[in-house]
């Protein structure tokens, strides 16, 4: 079991930034992959990005790329996700996930565990 709580989100303009943060506890963080997501109103979740337990290579989807860094810190068993530039169509609730599956996926089923998603609100 792994317990994702995440923190960070709020209001911005666009054009802000903001760094999302997930702490996980229970199973030993350096054996999961980690992504996030982002569900807007209406919308399915969809994957924003991850980062692989082994390369730390991470992976964005296009329309984050650029403007979005993942990074990892397995000594504080947390994940970031920095947001910057933001842009209006970027207003959803963001959730991290994990997987203890090897293969850095991108669709929700490829994750086990979830946290209860932040509030990201960019207004133009």
């Known amino acids: 079991q792994v317990q994702l709580v995440e923190s960070g989100g709020g209001s911005v303009q666009t054009g802000g930034s903001l760094r999302l943060s997930c702490a996980a506890s229970?199973?030993?963080?350096?054996?999961?992959?980690m992504g996030w997501f982002r569900q807007a109103p209406g919308k399915e979740r969809e994957f924003v990005g991850g980062?692989?337990?082994?390369?730390?290579?991470?992976r964005y989807a296009d329309s984050v790329k650029g403007r979005f860094t993942i990074s990892r810190d397995n000594a504080k068993n947390t994940v970031y996700l920095q947001m910057n530039s933001l842009k209006p169509e970027d207003t959803a609730v963001y959730y991290c996930?994990?997987?203890?599956?090897?293969?850095?996926?991108?669709?929700?089923?490829?994750?086990?565990?979830w946290g209860q998603g932040t509030q990201v609100t960019v207004s133009s």
């Open positions: 980062i692989s337990r082994s390369d730390y290579n991470p």
């Open positions: 229970g199973r030993t963080f350096s054996s999961v992959d």
């Open positions: 996930a994990a997987s203890p599956n090897a293969g850095l996926g991108w669709r929700t089923y490829d994750y086990n565990y």
